[in-house]
């Protein structure tokens, strides 16, 4: 069992900053693709991004590039999402997942096995 606990969130204005935290427990020694998705209300899940179980490759929607910037810290099991000029329309409930067991599309939510709780993003205008 993979435990993933996200942080981070909060209520900020357009064009402000937040880091959002994903931290892994579980399966101490093992590294795995993580991603971040978000759920706005009267929305479909959506892709934000992913990175590979090294941090080598990264993958963004192209709603946050330029924005938004994934990485992770292996040694403290923790994923990252450095969020820039936020906008209202980022504001949803941001997912953290893990992709261990199947090894597909990272775009896919569908191919991640484990999932966060949760953090809300609100930005106002």
């Known amino acids: 069992q993979v435990q993933l606990v996200e942080s981070g969130g909060g209520l900020v204005q357009a064009g402000a900053s937040l880091r959002l935290s994903c931290a892994a427990s579980?399966?101490?020694?093992?590294?795995?693709?993580m991603g971040w998705f978000r759920h706005a209300p009267g929305k479909d899940r959506e892709f934000v991004a992913a990175i590979s179980w090294n941090g080598d490759n990264t993958y963004s929607a192209d709603s946050v590039k330029g924005r938004f910037t994934i990485s992770r810290d292996n040694a403290k099991n923790t994923v990252y999402l450095q969020m820039n000029s936020l906008k209202p329309e980022d504001t949803a409930v941001y997912y953290c997942?893990?992709?261990?067991?199947?090894?597909?599309?990272?775009?896919?939510?569908?191919?991640?096995?484990?999932w966060g709780h949760g953090t809300q993003v609100t930005v106002s205008s």
């Open positions: 997942a893990a992709q261990i067991c199947n090894s597909g599309s990272l775009y896919d939510a569908v191919m991640y096995d484990y």
């Open positions: 579980g399966r101490p020694g093992s590294t795995f693709p």
